[in-house]
């Protein structure tokens, strides 16, 4: 898990999950909290302790976001864990279909 030294608003949770494409259940379950508590937070009308704002941060983190801090130079942002080439391979894998499950050979 990458750590920052900030907390995540709103409009960068929802932006972070828009570019990774995983819905805001996934992300709450990866993250340990309540849906709903996720939801309300990116909606903006509902709070996250700072210790469930980094679980969030973290659970976004795996699924392939990385989050930007505010600078001098700029705002802050999120951006693909991987490039682009490396997403359409990614993506190519895991729709091959069938179940994994572990070789006989």
């Known amino acids: 898990m990458t750590h920052n030294d900030f907390l995540i608003r709103p409009d960068l949770a929802r932006a972070a999950r828009a570019l990774t494409q995983v819905s805001i259940d996934d ?4 993250a340990g909290i309540d849906a709903s508590k996720a ?7 509902g709070p996250l302790t700072s ?7 973290a659970a976004l983190e795996t ?9 001098d130079d700029a705002g802050y942002g999120v951006r693909q864990k991987y490039n682009s080439v490396k997403v359409a391979r990614l993506e190519n894998l895991e729709n091959e279909g069938g179940l994994a499950a572990d070789d006989d050979v």
């Open 51 to 57: 210790e469930e704002n980094l679980k969030l941060q």
């Open 27 to 30: 992300v709450a379950s990866e």
């Open 39 to 45: 939801r309300a937070f990116e909606q903006g009308v």
């Open 63 to 71: 699924f392939g976001a990385v989050l930007l801090p505010e600078s």
